[in-house]
């Protein structure tokens, strides 16, 4: 299993922050491993709300992965979960305040099938 995580500062509050990367559809802005972003079920961010990413994948191809929100915690915590034939990721995304902006943490778990 392969484990990523990084921790960066952000200028913005902790609510518009999180309500960025809780539009799981516009990943693409900021991941650079991901391509496009649908959102498939569900009315917006919450518990329940499943999205299709497409994620570079090897030698030039493109994966999509069908993402659901597992866990929601407004403003602070969320968690998606891929699960496709080849692969499982586990992807936590934390917002805390820090001062006048927020620290954003994205952890994920990849697991090869």
Not at 89 to 112: E, H, P, W
């Amino acid at each position: 299993m392969a484990h990523y995580q990084t921790t960066i500062a952000s200028p913005l509050s902790q609510q518009e922050a999180f309500a960025r990367l809780a539009t799981v559809e516009r990943f693409s802005e900021w991941d650079p491993g991901v391509t496009a972003g649908a959102q498939v079920e569900g009315d917006g961010p919450g518990l329940g709300a499943v999205y299709v990413l497409t994620a570079k994948g090897f030698v030039g191809t493109e994966l999509p992965l069908r993402y659901e929100t597992t866990a929601y915690d407004a403003s602070n915590r969320f968690v998606i979960i891929a699960d496709a034939k080849s692969l499982r990721s586990d992807d936590v995304i934390t917002v805390v305040a820090d001062g006048a902006g927020c620290r954003v943490t994205y952890a994920a778990d990849l697991k090869m099938k």
